[in-house]
């Protein structure tokens, strides 16, 4: 009886298949479910200045620590380090998708740190939502040179200035603020003038 019952369920588990193959209305709505997708912001781009260059032409790079917030909410939806070229000051394109972090049509808030520099906050950066985002920040801010110190503190103050009077006329990339290939008095005055400014 039980070998029965088996053959016949599997004769109708066949004649729904060929039905379902058969029938153009339901291979139809099966394409639209497969259809339906969220188009999200994948690959992103960033150009970016850092203040103060000598000289200003081809001298832009600088290593990059970037972390992302929604805008409405403060969400934080991930990070990624990346470094950006002395060209143009645009880093390569990331793959936020890659690193889990998946954006939509929202407004997001970008904090950037830079490899001597204070963090600076760009808010309500949006159209994330297309494949290919390139955020140009270079009229929306420069990075603020000269937070130094071993201490990250995101402030600066006499840590940062001793750290540039420790490396004076050497070329210590990191303290090269201006990034001219020496460490001397107009480094020191880069650190002076943004003295006691915090990050965001
Ligand atoms: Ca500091
Ligand atoms: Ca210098």
Same mark, same amino acid.
């Given at each position: /009886?039980?070998? *029965?019952?088996?053959?016949? /369920? ?6 729904? %298949?060929?039905?379902?193959? /058969? @029938? ?16 999200? !912001? ?5 150009? *970016? ?9 081809? #001298?832009?790079? &600088? ?5 992302? +917030?929604?805008?409405?909410? =403060?969400?934080? /939806? !991930? %990070? ?10 645009? &880093? ?15 407004? $997001?808030?970008? $904090?950037?740190? !830079? ?6 906050? +760009?808010? @309500?950066?949006?159209?994330? =939502? &297309?494949?290919? @985002? ?16 071993? *201490?990250?503190?995101? +402030?600066?103050? *006499? ?18 603020? #201006?990034?001219? !290939?020496?460490? =001397?008095?107009?480094?020191?005055? @880069?650190?002076?003038? =943004? ?6």
């Amino acid at each position: /009886m039980k070998k *029965i019952v088996a053959i016949c /369920m599997a004769i109708l588990t066949i004649q729904i %298949s060929l039905g379902f193959l /058969m @029938n153009p209305i339901l291979a139809q709505e099966t394409e639209d479910v497969v259809v339906t997708a969220t188009v999200s !912001g994948c690959d992103l781009t960033i150009l *970016i200045h850092p203040e103060k260059r000598i000289p200003q032409v081809g #001298n832009w790079g &600088t290593d990059l620590e970037v972390d992302i +917030y929604r805008s409405s909410d =403060n969400l934080y /939806m !991930g %990070s990624f380090n990346t470094t950006s070229n002395d060209l143009l000051g645009q &880093t390569p394109k990331v793959n936020l998708c890659g690193l889990g972090i998946v954006l939509d049509s929202s407004n $997001y808030d970008l $904090y950037i740190n !830079g490899k001597s520099h204070l963090r600076r906050k +760009y808010s @309500n950066i949006s159209n994330f =939502n &297309t494949p290919d @985002n390139v955020v140009d920040l270079r009229l929306r801010g420069l990075l603020l040179a000269g937070d130094v110190s071993n *201490i990250l503190d995101n +402030y600066i103050n *006499i840590l940062d200035i001793s750290v540039i009077l420790s490396g004076f006329l050497g070329n210590q990339d990191k303290i090269d603020l #201006n990034q001219d !290939g020496k460490v =001397n008095v107009l480094d020191l005055s @880069n650190v002076i003038t =943004n003295y006691l400014t915090k990050g965001d």
